[in-house]
């Protein structure tokens, strides 16, 4: 079976989800445990980093060894160990990392260094191969950018929050509205009942690049709350989250649009916690419908952080000779390239 | 028995590689604060010129905290996945023992030492015996002058060990006169050397699964959440979805 097949061990811990997969050929799922910490960072309505890192390390074993158990494969089996080494929170992808490094070398295995974002992905690579050129919207509680690859293996960043995550902005309005962490979900669901009556900005939607923000909505959204509250007056809940939501979506639509413009992909990726989000895939389905253009979302049970979406992009880096060796440390604030800038 | 040691709990990093008590290979760093880079590099250079291949070894010993949060996790998960992956056994002993074992005069107390800032200690007493240092106080968390308090019921020579010691020196002296002891240059750093031969007397941890750092501390968020809700807590906050 060996060097015919890739089989690789795969762990996540980049926040707050131990998570440890085995990927066969980059295209099988044999196995891909999530553990998550949500019910505890709700005591506190967010992740606090300690805490999860504290999580990582009474799990990572358990995951490790469900992993490798339910997959029904063992370490002699195996042709990589591939690991996220960031973006993310820098205790947490320790854990991961450091874990990563002891079964590489402890079975002599290579070792595979994944950008998160990368992995996000992929997640899109299991139902069918990415097709290329490809521009993908990662969009998550950390991370909101534009994607561009040009073939396989190439990721330039064409775009990305300026401040806050558009997950990261749920969160924050769902506090006001008394949703605990994660709110988007729920204000999802809320978005879907009520409508867009309060106008909120859409920053930088008409700018002529592929940025985002989403700190003025939260701020606009937050005022708008609290003025209503000095007044006594009360505002339809659904209405809020309508407005709100309408608003996200018409900034990430409307740039990945722009984006498309640009950069004429054959496939266009939803990705990313926030790739879960409805009213954003149905939008995304009404406009690419327009478009001669794939539209390929993530599978929703990949669209959290997971371990099987980091060995899914580490089976295609690693033919692409991505390589670690015990030396690799966490990289909390990993990036992509940057796309060349055009003149202007 | 082939033994890797190690204690990454403060700034020192130290790994060692053993033979029984035969010391086939150790190193130190106090230059560096990355351990989770030099760590697993450091280890798999000295398992290398000791001549073994990971699969040689029988046992992993580690310091398992008190210490930095950071530094504690870099070890104990080296130990714990290394133990697991391997089928071999595990050990894990305190960060405060192990730099007690630097001190060797039987009947002799010691007080390892931790700096954890605001004049607060990571501390515990120990006694030296002919099987190792024995806890006389437990390794707690403590202000400094909480911990004085503590020591004042022993009328007799006190080591303090670990380079923080430095920090409290003038208060130390001051206040014990001359039952302040310390020691000298690298009896103030972890030794992995003789973390690993006092860890191959102990007995292996029994659930690999459930070894974590001794952090000797909640996080911030969690005891300000456990005031608010008192006697809540208990269930488990983690699941596999």
């Given at each position: ?11 996540e ?11 066969k ?35 990572i074993?358990?995951?490790l ?5 339910k ?14 080494y ?10 991961g ?14 070792l595979?260094?994944?950008?998160h ?14 097709e ?31 401040d806050?995550?558009a ?11 008394g ?9 999802d ?29 939260k ?14 007056a ?15 979506i ?45 539209f ?16 899914a ?5 690693q033919r ?17 390239e ?7 | ?28 760093i ?13 280890i ?54 192990a ?22 200690l ?9 099987n ?7 390794d ?45 240059g ?36 969690e ?19």
């Open positions: 079976m060996k060097n015919e097949n890739s089989l690789i061990l795969s762990f811990t980049s926040c707050d989800e131990t998570s440890v997969a085995v990927i050929n980059g295209k099988e799922i044999l196995s891909n445990i999530v553990a998550t910490q949500i019910k505890s960072h709700q005591r506190f309505g967010g992740v606090v980093p300690e805490v999860a890192s504290r999580h990582h390390i009474e799990q074993t358990i995951c060894n469900d992993a490798l158990q997959a029904g494969v063992t370490y002699s089996d195996l042709t990589g160990v591939a690991i996220t960031g973006p993310g929170l820098v205790g947490s992808l320790l854990v990392i450091t874990a990563a490094k002891v079964v590489a070398w402890a079975h002599q295995l290579p595979i260094p994944v950008n974002i990368a992995g996000h992905i992929y997640a899109t690579n299991f139902d069918h191969p990415i290329f050129p490809a521009l993908a919207l990662v969009v998550s509680g950390g991370h909101t950018e534009l994607v561009w690859m040009p073939k396989e293996g190439e990721f330039k960043i064409i775009g990305e929050t300026r806050d995550a997950g990261e902005t749920y969160d924050k309005i769902g506090r006001v509205l949703i605990n962490y994660p709110a988007g979900p729920q204000v669901q809320m978005a879907h009942l009520g409508h867009d009556t309060f106008a909120f900005p859409r920053a930088m939607e008409k700018n002529d690049n592929f940025d985002f923000s989403f700190s003025g909505l701020s606009a959204f937050i005022n708008t709350v609290h003025h209503a509250d000095q007044i006594n009360t505002l339809d809940k659904n209405d809020l989250a309508t407005s709100f939501q309408q608003a996200v018409d900034v990430l639509v409307s740039k990945a649009m722009r984006a498309l413009d640009k950069y004429p992909a054959k496939e266009f990726i939803l990705a990313g916690g926030v790739a879960a989000n409805r009213g954003l895939r149905e939008r995304l389905d009404q406009e690419l419908e327009k478009r001669d253009v794939e390929v979302k993530a599978p929703l049970k990949l669209c959290g952080d997971n371990a099987a979406m980091i060995g992009a580490a089976e295609m880096l692409h000779g991505a390589k670690a060796d015990m030396s690799l440390n966490a990289n909390p604030g990993l990036e992509f940057w796309a060349e800038n055009e003149e202007e | 028995m082939k033994v890797l040691a190690l204690d990454t709990s403060n700034r020192p990093l130290s790994v060692s590689v053993l033979n029984y008590d035969k010391v086939l290979a150790t190193t130190t106090t230059t560096q604060r990355k351990h989770a880079a030099y760590a697993m590099q450091t798999e250079d000295l398992v290398k010129v000791a001549k073994l291949k990971p699969s040689d070894l029988d046992r992993v010993v580690v310091a398992q905290g008190p210490g930095s949060y950071t530094g504690l996790r870099v070890a104990v998960t080296i130990g714990k996945v290394l133990s697991d992956t391997l089928k071999i056994d595990l050990v894990g002993i305190s960060s405060l023992l730099l007690s074992l630097n001190v060797e005069k039987e009947g002799q107390l010691v007080a390892p030492t931790f700096d954890a800032r605001n004049d607060i990571f501390t515990g007493l120990y006694r030296i015996t002919s190792g240092p024995k806890s006389v106080l437990p707690q968390h403590i202000s400094f002058e909480e911990w004085l308090k503590q020591l004042d019921q022993f009328d007799e020579s006190i080591v303090f060990v670990g380079e923080d010691v430095a920090n409290f020196k003038a208060r130390l002296q001051a206040h014990f006169g001359t039952n302040f002891k310390s020691v000298v690298i009896d103030n750093l972890p030794q992995a050397a003789r973390i690993g031969i006092y860890g191959e007397q102990q007995r292996p941890v029994s659930d690999i699964d459930t070894f974590v750092p001794d952090y000797l501390r909640l996080t911030q968020a005891s300000d959440w456990q005031k608010l809700h008192p006697g809540e807590g208990h269930e488990s906050y983690v699941e596999q979805v």
